[in-house]
């Protein structure tokens, strides 16, 4: 307020003038943004030192200016100040005599100020001078802020009553328009009765006092009824289309909200499943560089196979060479068996005793080749009972991986464990297949040293005969010796085959051990193989090009299997048609065939094994994709549900407008 004081002596003193006390005085007390200068005589220094303090000021929202006897220049110079006020919402200029100039200083107050709603202009002369009225009807037409307007006792006839009614016609913010004691007679209150169909916000209108007729006063008040009932409903829709509005905005709030949740949760998700295609990227590859290793095993495997299948060529070659020789053996014991035939029946009775001796060996040796099969088929059936038992753990790993999910990082490091172990194991087999290997190359070479002996032996024997027969018992007594000797050799070599079957039934557990940890691992990794739809894809068409390789090389192993069954059937027979005493010999082969079977066996649930592996993997891979486009699908419904529901609100808000009474009683454009 001090401001205001400050400001209006300023201005004062600047146009040459004393500035009044009464005025200092109000705006020093200023109550409220009200200053009231009423019953205050104002000169012309002080209308022009307030207009212009008017134009700048932002504090006075209501100016009271009645009975101050203002003159046409002061009226004029305080309202050229107020036309560029933005703050000033009440002005009263009551009983200060304003006529022509003023009307059209009121008139250029009402076209360029847009602030003020309530004018009081009662007790002046606005109607006297038709022109400058009309000038203000104009203005008054074209404003659309001033809601109140008081002409009581302005001298206003029927002409002016109508240049009024012309500008209700196109005013549109006018609520209130008070004409009593006034000189508007019959014509002037037609002219207003006729204006207000076309206007909807006037809803107060007095004009006691003006000679109206009374019909044309009930008719007035009928419409401002009218108008009063339209401004209520008006209202009324206003605050519902804002309520509207409001609930509008609050859902759109909402649903920007739960799209962005959605949006974050869908980044949080994308996050995570980068990061676990990245982790099982690894861990596929850590896999594929084991299924290479076995690969790798798997031709060294072949390639011994076939050094052991052109070994066994070499011995069949062998073993005909050693049947033509003993045909001609016997060519030639036939000749010396038709020269001394008493001798030589001899020597066949105590032959006799020594095959049917040899053949009561043989058959306790089958007995325990039958025993060891069947400990082998046992051992088989514990194999698919103990593989059953895998199924089952395996479905209860399934049923208890939500409580394998809170240890994972113990599985993994776990997991790791067992992965040097699994390695550690497959370097000790292969290490252990190796030695194998090369014991059974030396058994076979140190069986082709002995049937090289033998044939020797024969030869000799068959000098022997030609030039002793005599020595034929002493001969025969150290064979009878050495096939005891051998006999013991294959008992001992029977005891290291169990043996060697009892750590390869270790080595089985041990495996199955790995395998259900591994399989455990794996299904820790279900969650973290999402995003790797196209690595897994490409991973699925290489796995099966591995497991097209490996059934092929299964299939020439099996027939390879087959036509070393079928060849070492043959020798075993041809050899048995031309001696007994090879029998043994192919008892070793047999045991060694079990072997390789044993291995090839072993190698059958290896890749069987992997072939599980992969399966669940591509199940796993599948169950992933199938939750990925339920999601997908669920997001889609969920967006399908909000805009339908946008649609239905946006035709209930339609609706709602369309069918209020705003519609029906707006005019027509």
């Known amino acids: 307020m001090e401001e205001l004081w400050r400001s209006y002596s300023r201005l004062c003193k600047e146009s040459g003038a004393e500035p009044q006390e009464t005025v200092l005085q109000q705006l020093h007390e200023l109550p409220r943004g009200r200053l009231d200068l009423a019953t205050q005589s104002l000169t012309v220094d002080t209308c022009r030192a307030l207009g212009k303090l008017l134009q700048k000021e932002a504090l006075l929202t209501q100016l009271v200016l009645s009975d101050c006897m203002l003159s046409e220049e002061g009226a004029t110079l305080l309202l050229q100040g107020l036309c560029t006020n933005t703050v000033v919402r009440f002005l009263d200029l009551k009983g200060n005599n304003l006529r022509a100039a003023g009307a059209e200083a009121l008139g250029k107050l009402l076209r360029q100020n847009k602030s003020i709603q309530s004018l009081t202009l009662e007790w002046n002369n606005l109607g006297t001078w038709e022109d400058a009225f009309a000038t203000f009807c104009e203005a008054l037409a074209t404003n659309g802020a001033l809601q109140h307007l008081d002409l009581r006792n302005n001298q206003i006839s029927h002409k002016g009553a109508e240049e009024l009614a012309l500008a209700l016609k196109s005013n549109a913010s006018l609520q209130q328009l008070d004409l009593r004691w006034n000189n508007i007679g019959l014509l002037g209150g037609r002219a207003l009765v006729n204006c207000l169909p076309s206007n909807r916000t006037l809803w107060r ?6 000679g109206v007729p009374g019909d044309i006063l009930r008719a007035v008040e009928q419409a401002m009824d009218h108008n009063q009932d339209w ?12 309520v509207l509005s409001k609930e509008m905005q609050h859902l759109r709030e909402e649903k920007s909200k739960q799209f962005l949740d959605l949006m974050e949760m869908i980044n949080k998700q994308r996050e995570e499943m980068a990061r676990s295609s990245r982790a099982s990227a690894a861990r596929l590859g850590q896999f594929q560089e084991a299924l290479n290793e076995r690969h790798s095993i798997i031709n060294a495997l072949k390639a011994k196979l076939q050094m052991a299948e052109a070994a066994l060529a070499l011995s069949e070659q062998k073993a005909q060479d050693l049947g033509e020789l003993l045909v001609t053996a016997e060519q030639e014991q036939q000749s010396l068996v038709q020269r001394q035939a008493k001798e030589h029946r001899l020597e066949q009775q105590e032959a006799a005793e020594r095959e049917s001796k040899l053949l009561r060996d043989l058959s306790a040796a089958n007995e325990k080749n039958l ?73 076979l070479e140190e069986s082709e040293r002995a049937m090289q002996e033998r044939v020797q032996r024969l030869e000799a024997t068959r000098r022997s005969l030609e030039e002793e027969l005599s020595r034929a018992k002493a001969v025969a007594l150290s064979e009878r010796g050495q096939v005891e000797e051998e006999l013991i050799k294959a008992k001992s070599q029977v005891r290291l085959e169990e043996q060697r079957l009892a750590h390869l039934e270790e080595k089985l557990r041990l495996l199955a051990q790995a395998r259900d940890e591994a399989q455990s691992a794996c299904l820790q990794q279900k969650q973290t193989v999402a995003d790797s739809q196209a690595r897994a894809s490409q991973l699925g068409l290489q796995v099966e090009g591995l497991r097209r390789r490996l059934e092929e090389l299964q299939q020439e192993l099996s027939n390879k299997d087959q036509e070393k069954v079928a ?13 007994g005493r090879l029998q043994a010999e192919l008892t070793a082969q047999e045991a060694l065939k079990e072997k390789a079977a044993a291995l090839e066996r072993q190698l059958k649930v290896m890749a069987s094994d992997h072939r599980e592996a992969l399966l669940d993997r591509e199940s796993e891979n599948a169950s992933l994709r199938e939750k990925l486009r339920l999601k997908e699908a669920e997001i889609a419904r969920i967006r399908d549900e909000e805009a339908q529901r946008a649609s239905f609100l946006q035709n209930a808000v339609l609706a709602y407008v369309q069918g209020s009474p705003l519609r029906a009683l707006s005019p027509q454009k």
């Open 567 to 579: 060849e070492v059937t043959r020798v075993r027979v041809e050899l048995q048609e031309q001696n």
């Open 205 to 210: 209108l007095e004009l006691a006092g003006n």
């Open 371 to 443: 025993l060891l099969r069947n400990q082998v088929d046992e051992l088989e059936r514990k194999v698919k009972s103990q593989q059953e038992q895998l199924f089952l753990t395996r479905q209860e790993l399934t049923n208890t991986s939500a409580e394998l999910k809170m240890r994972a990082v113990q599985a993994e490091e776990r997991l790791e464990l067992e992965k040097k172990r699994s390695r550690q194991s497959l370097e000790d087999s292969e290490q252990l297949r190796f030695k194998e290997v090369e014991h059974m190359t030396r058994h």
């Open 231 to 242: 401004q209520t409903t008006f209202w009324e829709n206003q605050a519902c289309a804002h």
